[in-house]
């Protein structure tokens, strides 16, 4: 089993969609989790952070359920801009004086037409 | 844009040749990060440095050689590489060893081909 699975897609959307995007985890030692976005040809940057009481920034919204180690993202009226690849990404990280790695998912390639 | 530059964007090479892909990060930061994203698979780790010393080596093959000589620049010293050492080699850096919630930053990427 993959430590991060995506479904890879691609999602073809029109402008104005909303679309979600599912992310499952294998280890449930996981302690944080991120959205990072990726356009065609360009190196991946964060769009969010993913807390277990779920958060909100403008159009996007993610969620983390811990008991089903399953991650979210939500993105309302869709953008042509929004086209991109959206990687989800686990921290394991078991506190202390460790340190976590980031383990990145396959990406999710979203296309959003006119 | 992101505080983190790579050199050279492109890179072709024979199997023979020996070549060397350079980091810079403006950001202050005291960890940097050697990634590689082949086509359809996920980003791999490949080396972490944490004030210039190596913390990581994720099972990458000799032919790959990272040099860190302080914490703002790291390089990654390519010899003797095969044709399925092609990809887009990411470096990213981080205030310090991501624990909780620290982001990484990454460079635009050096997109190698293996001839």
């Known amino acids: 089993r993959k430590e991060v699975e995506q479904d890879p897609g691609p999602f073809n959307v029109p402008e104005g969609a909303t679309v979600a995007f599912n992310c499952t985890y294998s280890?449930?030692?996981?302690?944080?989790f991120f959205w990072y976005r990726q356009d065609c040809r360009k190196e991946p940057k964060l769009l969010m952070s993913v807390y277990s009481s779920g958060n909100e920034d403008g159009r996007f919204t993610a969620q983390l359920n811990r008991a089903s180690q399953y991650i979210s993202l939500l993105i309302r009226d869709s953008k042509l801009s929004d086209s991109a690849t959206y990687l989800c990404v686990v921290n394991l990280w078991s506190g202390g004086t460790s340190y976590g790695k980031l383990t990145f998912g396959q990406g999710t390639i979203l296309t959003v037409h006119p | 844009e992101t505080g983190v530059t790579q050199t050279p964007r492109h890179l072709v090479m024979g199997m023979t040749n020996k070549k060397s892909l350079k980091c810079e990060q403006h950001?202050?930061?005291?960890?940097m990060y050697w990634y590689k994203q082949s086509a359809k698979k996920p980003l791999e780790l490949m080396f972490v440095y944490s004030l210039e010393e190596r913390v990581e080596n994720n099972s990458v093959p000799s032919r790959f050689s990272p040099e860190c000589p302080n914490s703002s620049h790291l390089f990654l010293h390519l010899h003797t590489l095969q044709p399925e050492d092609s990809a887009l080699y990411l470096c990213a850096s981080s205030q310090d060893l991501v624990t909780g919630t620290d982001t990484q930053y990454f460079g635009p990427g050096t997109r190698l081909t293996v001839l």
């Open positions: 950001l202050g930061h005291n960890a």
């Open positions: 280890n449930s030692a996981s302690q944080s």
